[in-house]
């Protein structure tokens, strides 16, 4: 296969990776999953690792440099926070869709 082909390869997939774009209609757009981020207070020691590693921004920071959920529907459970904490202290967790799940917990 020469370069030409290779090109007009990439060219068709790019093309019809294009075409398979979010549908205009909302009801038919696939659901988002949400996720929970949950802070043990006792265990955080206020590093700020968990802030510095979230690419969304999820999590800020108070005045005292404790960790504070800022956005959290932003969160998209890449768990670097979660991995990186010296402490174990935050876990991401994906929220039940419906309300009666959430009271069974």
């Known amino acids: 296969m020469n370069k ?8 068709e997939a790019h093309k019809k990776s294009m075409d398979l774009a979010a549908p205009e209609d909302p009801a038919q757009a696939p659901l988002r999953k949400a996720y929970e ?9 206020a590093c700020g690792i968990c802030s510095a590693f979230c690419p969304k921004k999820v999590i800020g920071r108070d ?11 932003e969160c998209i459970a ?5 991995i990186h904490c010296p402490d174990f ?6 929220r039940s869709e419906s309300p009666k799940e959430e009271e069974d917990l």
């Open 78 to 82: 890449c768990r670097f926070c979660e």
């Open 4 to 11: 030409r082909d290779k090109k007009t390869k990439q060219k």
């Open 63 to 73: 005045e005292a440099g404790a960790p504070v959920i800022e956005r959290p529907e």
């Open 89 to 94: 202290a935050i876990t991401i967790r994906e």
């Open 37 to 45: 981020q949950v802070i043990f207070r006792d265990w955080c020691k």
